[in-house]
């Protein structure tokens, strides 16, 4: 990192220290170069995007191209933008006191091309940090042109200036943008009118402001978010818009139970253990909600939805280990059920699915587990096991049931063993770890139909 005492603090020192402007399209273009070359990841925190929309979002930028990313919500689309950041140079020259963003030796304001006229090799430099240098706007209807690109200040026309004196304008979002990234969410939902305002920016590299007749060469990289839906719902980006963005790279969804797994680790706010058979099942859910009928696909089920879930898992688990006093609070199969009923608003059902959205989500849920009991336990005989509570090893558990107590209902059996190392148990770990992968083999056996179970008032039991 370079210390920032080191720095030039005027233009003189800058000239001297050989810095030449550098246009921010190329700045990026060179510092991606670089990451490639390095082997180093120009993307952290991206997951399920490396051979898809990574290679076709470095190609756009590599030729200097404004880019639209589309696709269903949840998809990390502004994630991905916030990390154009990391392309910038760390730090970067800045007139010291300019209202833009503006290189020192390349100043484009009337107000600092006077001040460079008048300071010479002395006009001060301030450094900016690239996270500076980015900003973003949710477009929403009631955005307005002064919003984005600017509009006359009536501060400054009533401390002396005159409505022509181009000094008069207060600059919006894009120009204070000068030498960085304009990220824009939900395009479409910008106004018609709204949207042609940013035609110069985009082609001329200009703006205009009534009646002005202002040239500013502003310097940007302007990135935006869309659905699909919204070219034909909400709104839409209109034509010569649309055909200014060089680039439209389609996100997706994870496209792997392990990419969809990573997201949930990575974003998931866990305040209990929740091991990885239960990540996976919360996995396989998410990915049959995008596949089921009774959903609409057209809205997408975000990655949220998955976080969230892992979340209300993790709760349950905390509050269940307050109940019992075990710890540490580690989340079973049963805290599974919390799942539906909290998160059924974060889905839209298609129209003729009213009332029957629990029922969906519960049967979805249960084949997740089904599918995660059958990958782990592959080639494992679960005979045992049934026939211990078949002929009267009840199991109970629920929120008020500890895992000692769970493995309490059940005699030492070799394949209890085997269920936990399938699971990634070890049988030195603590009860309630080897009692997530029991209940979970003793789920796969009811979902079987080789068990029954019974619920009532927080309390499951499996037996015959």
Do not use: C
Not at 161 to 176: K, N, Q, S, Y
Not at 393 to 412: D, H, M, S
Not at 433 to 449: D, K, N, P, T, W
């Amino acid at each position: 990192m370079t210390e920032l005492g080191d720095l030039p603090r005027t233009v003189g020192e800058l000239r001297a220290a050989g810095y030449t402007p550098r246009g921010v399209k190329a700045e990026i273009r060179a510092n991606l170069l670089a990451a490639l070359r390095a082997g180093r990841d120009p993307w952290p925190g991206i997951v399920g995007f490396g051979h898809s929309v990574l290679p076709q979002l470095e190609r756009a930028l590599l030729a200097g191209h404004d880019v639209v990313l589309l696709g269903e919500r949840g998809q990390g689309k502004t994630r991905l933008l916030r990390t154009l950041t990391g392309l910038l140079d760390e730090w970067t020259p800045v007139i010291d006191g300019a209202e833009l963003g503006e290189h020192p030796l390349d100043p484009i304001t009337p107000e600092s091309l006077r001040r460079a006229a008048e300071l010479g090799d002395e006009l001060p430099v301030a450094w900016r940090h690239r996270s500076e240098r980015y900003a973003e706007k949710l477009a929403t209807p009631d955005t307005s042109v002064g919003d984005l690109i600017g509009d006359v200040d009536p501060v400054k026309v009533a401390a002396g200036r005159t409505l022509g004196d181009p000094e008069t304008i207060h600059f919006g979002l894009v120009p204070r943008a000068h030498r960085g990234i304009v990220a824009i969410n939900e395009l479409p939902d910008l106004a018609e009118r709204i949207q042609v305002a940013l035609l110069n920016v985009m082609e001329e590299r200009d703006i205009q402001v009534r009646g002005y007749t202002l040239r500013l060469p502003l310097d940007v990289l302007l990135v935006a978010t869309s659905n699909p839906e919204d070219y034909t719902n909400r709104g839409r980006i209109i034509t010569p818009l649309k055909d200014r963005f060089g680039a439209e790279v389609r996100t997706h969804y994870p496209l792997t139970v392990a990419a969809e797994m990573d997201v949930i680790r990575q974003e998931a706010g866990l305040q209990a253990e929740v091991g990885e058979p239960l990540l996976e099942v919360l996995a396989r859910f998410v990915r049959n909600l995008r596949e089921s009928g009774a959903v609409d696909q057209r809205s997408g089920v975000s990655a949220r939805f998955a976080v969230a879930a892992a979340e209300t898992v993790a709760a349950a688990a905390l509050r269940r280990s307050a109940l019992t006093g075990e710890e540490p609070p580690v989340a079973r199969p049963v805290d599974l059920d919390a799942v539906p009923a909290v998160l059924r608003g974060k889905v839209e059902f298609e129209s003729g699915e009213e009332g029957r959205e629990t029922e969906h989500l519960v049967h979805l849920l249960r084949r997740a587990v089904a599918e995660t009991a059958r990958e782990r336990f592959r080639g494992l005989d679960l005979k045992p096991l049934m026939d211990s509570v078949v002929d009267g090893n009840l199991v109970a558990t629920g929120e008020r049931v500890p895992g000692a107590e769970v493995l309490g209902a059940l005699p030492e059996l070799p394949v209890l063993h085997d269920v936990a190392t399938r699971a990634g148990v070890s049988p030195t770990d603590p009860p309630g770890r080897i009692a997530a992968a029991i209940e979970l083999a003793l789920e796969s056996l009811y979902l079987a139909r080789k068990l029954a179970k019974d619920s009532d008032d927080g309390m499951t039991v499996y037996g015959p």
